[in-house]
């Protein structure tokens, strides 16, 4: 009796120790599968209001995206004060404000180059020296949260003469042997390229801690885009309609930048006219030749400079842009003042998946 007692011991002993392995096995399998399977579909959003309009980080990456999130937001909040003309602590202004050469860091000495650059490529339309003109129709400390009309007159012809005359990039100069600039008066403003720059060093920072992390970062429309969506397929961007909330037009993006420019977000009301923040460097007004200006490129300086360049150049000037754009790795989608499209030759391939 012992003895049977003993034996259905030890049977019951290596039922419940084989149980025991098979219950741990299924729980090592299942959390293998959990981690082999959690990253390339899972994206984490992050949004804050930096460079005076809403960003959006949409990442999936085996690295920390909470970090890369906040050395994101940092880094655009960096930017967005060190190049504030208008702010007394930054840069811009004191180079505005200097009478003289004044040497600069690296990082100021480029990003103006590089403006420079645009501005004789676009002919003057993008101009990065209009810092007077857009003081004077108060688009300085315009943003997105404060967009009220209230508080903004049309400036009168005298004014607009005399911001006209202490603009212009060609007034510029550069001493490429002492980092030094030199600005005879003008006000430099870099609007139209620091969402771009800020946008290509988010990219910069996601890529640094993960080469292949995916998703994509949003400024006020512009986007620059990490990697393709759950690593293979597109992401599908919305062109929108200037005059309506629908979409115009869906491109398909797997990597590269798009950047739009238009009439409808920064702008005010005065007797039935709209007046917007994209100044014509040869009238000092508003620009009259387009809504909306949309423009593909492969970083997202490019597209965020030929975007507000394409909207100042507008349907007058369209066979220069669409001879001269796409030269520079640029596809531009313009819609005029009456709402036609014109695209340049090379857009169509962004708007279907082939
Ligand atoms: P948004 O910032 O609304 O996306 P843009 O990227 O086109 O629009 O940049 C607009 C900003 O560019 C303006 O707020 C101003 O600082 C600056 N800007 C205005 N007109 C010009 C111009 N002709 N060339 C270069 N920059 C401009
Ligand atoms: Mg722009």
Redesign the pocket.
């Known amino acids: 009796m012992r003895k049977r007692n003993r034996q259905d011991l030890n049977r019951l002993s290596k039922v419940s120790f084989f149980s025991l392995l098979v219950l741990l096995s299924v729980v090592i399998i299942i959390v293998v599968i959990a981690v082999f399977l959690r990253n390339p579909n899972m994206y984490k959003d992050f949004e804050q209001f930096t460079l005076?309009?809403y960003v959006h980080l949409k990442i999936s990456t085996k690295s920390n995206p909470d970090l890369i999130s906040k050395e994101i937001f940092a880094e655009m909040d960096r930017i967005s004060q060190k190049f504030d003309p208008y702010k007394k602590d930054s840069i811009l202004y004191e180079l505005n404000h200097s009478n003289d050469w004044l040497e600069v860091d690296d990082e100021t000495f480029a990003l103006i180059e590089l403006?420079l650059r645009?501005?004789k490529i676009t002919d003057g339309?993008?101009?990065?020296t209009?810092?007077r003109?857009?003081d004077l129709w108060g688009?300085?400390h315009?943003s997105e949260k404060f967009s009220e009309n209230d508080g903004f007159t049309v400036p009168n012809a005298k004014e607009i003469e005399e911001a006209l005359n202490k603009s212009g990039y060609e007034k510029i100069q550069l001493d490429y042997n002492k980092k030094a600039i030199k600005t005879n008066g003008v006000w430099i403003?870099?609007?139209?390229?620091?969402?771009?720059y800020a946008l290509e060093r988010a990219y910069q920072i996601a890529k640094t801690a993960d080469p292949e992390c995916s998703g994509f970062v949003e400024?006020?429309?512009?986007i620059r885009i990490l990697g393709p969506k759950f690593g293979k397929d597109f992401w599908i961007i919305g062109i929108k309609n200037p005059r309506g909330t629908d979409s115009v037009s869906y491109i398909y993006l797997k990597s590269g930048s798009v950047?739009?420019?238009?009439d409808y977000?920064?702008y005010f009301i005065k007797d039935g006219l709209r007046y917007h923040?994209?100044?014509?460097?040869k009238t000092g007004f508003p620009?009259n030749g387009a809504i909306s200006?949309t423009v593909i490129s492969d970083d997202a300086i490019s597209a965020?400079?030929f975007?507000?360049?394409a909207?100042?150049l507008g349907v007058q000037n369209w066979l220069f842009t669409r001879t001269v754009f796409p030269k520079n790795n640029s596809e531009v989608f313009l819609i005029s003042p009456d709402q036609k499209i014109y695209k340049t030759d090379g857009f169509s391939m962004y708007e279907k998946i082939y």
């Open positions: 005076g309009t403006a645009y501005a339309a993008f101009d990065p209009l810092g003109l857009i688009f300085s315009f403003d870099l609007g139209g390229l620091a969402k771009g400024a006020g429309g512009d950047a739009t420019s238009g977000e920064r923040h994209l100044i014509n460097p620009a200006a965020d400079a975007s507000t360049a909207f100042v």
